[in-house]
């Protein structure tokens, strides 16, 4: 298993969530997977990185769906971010 090292938790990562909780409340009571790594980067400092399900809660969302045009470039590109 691989892990994401954060940034350590500061002042300005509870400031980014209360603005993120603030400002987006019914897209994350929508999304509730989005909500969970929302709140992993901007709480977590260490997080564990597992591809595989990563590729696999992603699914949901249009962007990394096969039937999208480069649906694994973003899916590629979104672990890039990741790492």
């Known amino acids: 298993m691989l892990y994401l090292l954060l940034s ?3 002042q300005d990562k509870i400031d980014q ?6 400002m987006y409340p019914r897209e994350l ?4 997977l989005l909500t969970k790594y929302v709140r992993k980067f ?3 400092e ?14 949901a969302f249009e962007p990394f769906q096969e039937r999208t045009l ?6 590629i590109e979104l672990i890039r971010q990741l790492i």
């Not at 480069?70 to 899916?75: A, D, E, G």
């Open 8 to 10: 350590p938790y500061t």
């Open 70 to 75: 480069h649906s694994k470039n973003h899916l």
């Open 29 to 32: 009571e929508a999304e509730p």
């Open 42 to 44: 901007l709480t977590f």
């Open 46 to 59: 260490l997080m564990p990185l597992q591809e595989d399900d990563i590729t696999t809660q992603m699914a």
């Open 17 to 22: 969530l209360n603005i993120i909780e603030a």
